[in-house]
């Protein structure tokens, strides 16, 4: 075991912990131990007073050229305890230790995300903290290829046989935090990983990942091996499955049917629009869906048969970013998914086959339905469509900042022929119950010819008309 004084004398910030040294004095013991913080000596503002008159005495003696490496060391290490000390009364260390380590575990998850050692940070705070740091094992569940190869293996050996989640980046040193967590690999419960490298891939196609729930692969950026599809089958716990510029197998993707939220971004060659419909055949179990700027590939045997619509009765979160036109109202009429809350599909033209009208109405009722006011946007053919729910996902599912409306918005792009795209428009949301705002931001002529040929007995509940 690596001891936390070590740690405390160390000047690199990806050692472990730092601690108050023997000689810290009768003051920050009993400040730091006291059971009932009444019983302090000091009060904080007497301590601040105290800890001011140190940081003077500090600078004075940096000034001083008679003053000696070992006073300013010694004077640093007594403020530090005076401000562990002064710490140790702050009302939030009233608080139980089960809710304290509750907290520190979302910080230091995120922290560990983007590679900064939250651990170390919040152990600096006072001694108590460092002491409820040191004995849990929930706090050590986070590594990324960031941190040193000591405070790595001190997380896989403070974390015992917990689950723990892997982040591995881009940076210099990646092969060898991989060859440090390998042998831990069936305690993976999620894995961010940067593919490009061809040991780390070639290994992932052939270990097994048992308890792997979360599973985010990116493409490196000049990596000069090509991105083999990993291998899924190895993984039957899979919940949430991203990819990045990272292909599947899609004559055979082989995702596990388990999978709650799938993404898939950035992809130049692309399944057919048929394997795309038998890929999300395949999870019948999906929650959320996000494409982005995946480019299909042309069917070259188009299937004999007509094929089966996927059935998806639990997705709720739809977000279709930069795909062909013509394959977003495709897609949106080809899926049943009757408990959808949140559709982003941008870019998206209203459907002129009665059949996919139909569909893609019936997908957006209850999201329209369930909002207190409908606001409709249309304008002219710079602007950006999308149909979107005022509902306030998590990532990756979040709102553009210009949807942040109260209800439910609907963005339209319209041609040339401006007045029956606003009729086609308004017959799409027509005789709805919902109140409904409506914008019409053309700067086009035509917008007073297509304002007087509408039927507005359609919108009976027309609250606010902007032009």
Request: glycine share 4%; hydrophobic share 40%.
């Amino acid at each position: 075991m690596l001891p936390a004084a070590h740690a405390a004398n160390s000047n690199d910030h990806q050692g472990l912990l730092p601690s108050v040294s023997e000689g810290s004095g009768n003051i920050v013991d009993k400040a730091e131990k006291s059971a009932d913080r009444t019983d302090s000596p000091l009060t904080i503002s007497q301590y601040d007073q105290l800890i001011q008159s140190t940081e003077n005495a500090l600078a004075e003696l940096r000034k001083s050229p008679g003053a000696s490496f070992i006073n300013i060391k010694q004077t640093e290490q007594s403020r530090a305890d005076q401000a562990r000390a002064r710490n140790a009364l702050l009302p939030i260390q009233t608080l139980p230790n089960e809710l304290l380590l509750k907290i520190w575990s979302h910080v230091a998850y995120e922290l560990a995300l983007k590679g900064s050692n939250g651990v170390w940070i919040l152990a600096q705070v006072s001694k108590v903290w460092a002491d409820i740091i040191l004995s849990s094992s929930d706090l050590w569940c986070n590594i990324n290829s960031q941190f040193s190869q000591r405070r790595t293996r001190w997380a896989l050996q403070k974390s015992s046989e917990r689950p723990i989640h892997v982040f591995l980046g881009t940076e210099r040193g990646v092969e060898e935090c991989f060859d440090t967590v390998l042998p831990q690999c069936h305690r993976w419960r999620e894995l961010r990983l940067a593919l490009g490298l061809p040991e780390i891939t070639m290994t992932l196609r052939v270990i097994s990942l048992p308890i792997l729930e979360h599973l985010e692969l990116r493409a490196r950026l000049g990596g000069a091996a090509p991105v083999e599809p990993p291998n899924l089958l190895a993984s039957p716990s899979l919940r949430t499955l991203m990819l990045y510029s990272v292909p599947l197998d899609w004559i055979s993707p082989s995702v596990p049917a388990g999978v709650r939220s799938l993404g898939i971004c950035n992809i130049r060659d692309g399944p057919t629009f048929s394997q795309l419909l038998t890929l999300l055949s395949s999870v019948p179990m999906l929650e959320e869906l996000r494409l982005e700027g995946v480019y299909l590939t042309s069917e070259s045997n188009p299937p004999a048969e007509q094929q089966k619509t996927p059935e998806m009765p639990y997705l709720q979160k739809i977000r279709i970013v930069n795909l062909a036109r013509e394959t977003t109202n495709r897609l949106l009429s080809s899926i049943r998914a009757n408990q959808v809350r949140s559709l982003v599909a941008t870019p998206l033209d209203l459907p002129t086959l009665p059949d996919h009208t139909r569909n893609i109405r019936k997908l957006m009722a209850k999201i329209a339905s369930s909002a207190q006011e409908i606001f409709l946007d249309i304008g002219g053919s710079e602007f950006a469509l999308a149909v979107v729910s005022s509902y306030e996902p998590s990532e990756p599912f979040r709102l553009p900042p210009a949807t942040g409306r109260a209800g439910f918005v609907l963005g339209f792009r319209t041609n040339s022929d401006y007045a029956r795209d606003i009729q086609n428009f308004v017959s799409f949301v027509a005789y709805t119950p919902t109140p409904i705002s409506l914008s019409l931001n053309s700067r086009q002529p035509w917008i007073n010819v297509a304002i007087e040929s509408l039927d507005w007995d359609q919108l009976p509940s027309l609250r606010q008309l902007e032009i």
